[in-house]
């Protein structure tokens, strides 16, 4: 005798590819087509779309750094820009590399390359994007020190917030400005938080510059007291965050005074054995009460440089 299984879900299709499709297309194939990553990057386009079309959801995204060394910078830039995120959290180098490149050049590179010799000539190699010392470091210290100076004329003391605000409206004249992300996110008034602001160039030159000017002061508690009013006032709260470490965890560490968040998405390489908050499934921050249980939530495993472009331009259509 043989026994049918019953199986309510989808069959499974075959992808159809031809000249004309979009990647809409594409990523709506792989609801049904898609097999293993491309199915959740299928469900975390769902789950976008709905996010943004919640006028009671207030939307935060985060990301590390790296990816903004990266041409990774325009998809984020755009999304600010279009007004698709409410808060932005991040780590110091991303101002250092968003920054950077409105003055100066990164360069394509290769992981093969030989980095002793790369040093000898002063480039930094960040995976295979090259990063030369004028385009980094040098050029944010011409262009940062004389910031923090006009700055500390109007107040004394800021959030990570308030200061980079003020660094988006300083550099409003700028020939490449509209390929900031600081810029945007000024001019469209959303908060771009810094809890680790000293951990990059961007903070040593803040350092640097508070060794002539001891009154001049980053207050990290005016950044949580703003976050306090956004997420105990936020009827719903989302988040798209890319990859781990403190950007993340701020975002879920935040949302859990609201019960938690009610969309999230990640996209991660790293593994979650090891216990590290950067590997862990978004399923274990609902043990933490970070993510609401019935929350609609996915965890994309793969390269960001792939799958952000990929999600914003099914979102785009």
Excluded at 80 to 100: E, F, S, Y
Excluded at 214 to 233: H, M, P, R, S, Y
Excluded at 264 to 273: L, N, P
Excluded at 292 to 298: E, I, L, R, S, Y
């Amino acid at each position: 005798m043989v026994h049918k299984t019953k199986i309510t879900g989808k069959k499974v299709a075959n992808l159809n590819i031809s000249r004309g499709n979009t990647i809409s297309d594409l990523v709506t194939q792989f609801s049904t087509a898609g097999g293993f990553t491309a199915k959740k990057l299928s469900d975390a386009s769902t789950i976008f779309k709905e996010m943004e079309k919640d006028p009671n959801c207030v939307k935060f995204l985060s990301f590390p750094a790296d990816v903004i060394s990266t041409g990774l910078r325009g998809v984020v830039k755009d999304m600010v820009k279009n007004r698709l995120v409410d808060v932005i959290i991040t780590t110091c180098g991303t101002l250092d590399h968003d920054l950077a490149r409105v003055w100066k050049d990164y360069y394509s590179g290769s992981e093969m390359s030989n980095d002793a010799k790369l040093h000898e000539e002063g480039v930094n190699r960040l995976y295979n994007i090259f990063i030369p010392n004028e385009s980094y470091g040098y050029i944010l210290e011409d262009k940062l020190l004389p910031l923090f100076k006009s700055a500390s004329k109007i107040q004394k003391e800021y959030s990570t917030s308030e200061l980079i605000a003020y660094i988006g409206k300083s550099i409003s004249s700028e020939k490449n400005a509209a390929d900031s992300i600081v810029y945007w996110a000024w001019k469209n008034n959303i908060p771009i938080i810094v809890p680790g602001i000293t951990d990059g160039s961007f903070g040593s030159q803040l350092w640097m510059y508070s060794q002539k000017d001891k009154e001049f002061i980053i207050n990290l508690l005016k950044d949580e007291d703003l976050l306090a009013g956004i997420v105990f006032k936020a009827k719903k709260s989302g988040a798209l965050m890319i990859g781990g470490g403190i950007s993340k965890h701020h975002t879920i560490w935040w949302n859990q005074f609201k019960n938690g968040l009610d969309y999230a998405i990640y996209m991660t390489t790293a593994v979650d054995w090891d216990g590290s908050l950067s590997g862990a499934k978004l399923e274990e921050a609902i043990s933490w009460g970070k993510i609401k249980p019935m929350a609609k939530q996915v965890t994309v495993e793969g390269d960001a440089t792939v799958l952000l472009p990929l999600l914003y331009a099914s979102y785009l259509g």
